[in-house]
């Protein structure tokens, strides 16, 4: 288990690294806290998690991230993309979003994302929800279209609206974008 947390955890600093500069001005990027409070809405559970300081990744917080972003359906725990954690902090800092930031969906196990797809047509079936890589959240009190376009102009990744759902997804794959 070490090995593996230690492997991944350099790469998420790497990928956190190259991440970096679509969040924060370079000079800030090394030196500043990064940190979020979020709050599930399934689960109602909430956490408020300082991820990175002193130029690194904290692998404590980590493990809290990846427990919280886990499957609620099945319990299963995978880790998390840090660099989707540093696009959602972001989007926060853009914004000056103080409050907790609602998630809806982090980490999607192959049986859940199978259930969804029966019931959903805009489910995915390769999902980066199953890596670990995706994010669907809204902020309480901010206008669901100023967060998509804070999260556009990133240029870090994907960008979902869905507008009847009232959330934002946010993923590490290829900038792209689309709504609803």
Same mark, same amino acid.
């Given at each position: 288990?070490?090995?593996?947390?230690?492997?991944?955890?350099?790469?998420?600093?790497?990928?956190?690294?190259?991440?970096?500069?679509?969040?924060?001005?370079?000079?800030?990027?090394?030196?500043?806290?990064?940190?979020?409070?979020?709050?599930?809405?399934?689960?109602?559970?909430?956490?408020?998690?300082?991820?990175?300081?002193?130029?690194?990744?904290?692998? !404590?917080?980590?493990?809290?991230?990846?427990?919280?972003?886990?499957?609620?359906?099945?319990?299963?725990?995978?880790?998390?993309?840090?660099?989707?954690?540093?696009?959602?902090? !972001?989007?926060?800092?853009?914004?000056?979003?103080?409050?907790?930031?609602?998630?809806?969906?982090?980490?999607?196990?192959?049986?859940?994302?199978?259930?969804?797809?029966?019931?959903?047509? @805009?489910?995915?079936?390769?999902?980066?929800?199953?890596?670990?890589?995706?994010?669907?959240?809204?902020?309480? @009190?901010?206008?669901?279209?100023?967060?998509?376009?804070?999260?556009?102009?990133?240029?870090?990744?994907?960008? !979902?609206?869905?507008?009847?759902?009232?959330?934002?997804?946010?993923?590490?794959?290829?900038?792209?974008?689309?709504?609803?």
């Amino acid at each position: 288990m070490a090995d593996m947390l230690g492997s991944l955890s350099r790469r998420a600093v790497l990928g956190g690294l190259m991440a970096a500069p679509f969040i924060l001005r370079p000079a800030e990027a090394a030196s500043r806290a990064r940190g979020l409070a979020m709050k599930n809405l399934h689960t109602n559970e909430t956490i408020a998690a300082t991820y990175w300081r002193n130029g690194k990744y904290d692998k !404590g917080a980590w493990k809290e991230i990846n427990h919280f972003l886990r499957d609620w359906r099945t319990d299963d725990v995978v880790p998390i993309d840090l660099r989707t954690v540093d696009i959602l902090h !972001g989007i926060c800092d853009r914004l000056g979003a103080s409050r907790k930031v609602e998630i809806l969906c982090g980490y999607r196990s192959p049986k859940t994302n199978a259930m969804l797809r029966r019931n959903s047509s @805009g489910v995915a079936k390769k999902s980066l929800h199953l890596q670990g890589r995706a994010i669907d959240f809204r902020i309480p @009190g901010q206008n669901l279209h100023k967060v998509h376009r804070a999260a556009l102009a990133l240029e870090a990744g994907g960008v !979902g609206l869905y507008s009847r759902s009232n959330f934002i997804h946010i993923d590490t794959g290829p900038v792209r974008n689309w709504g609803r």
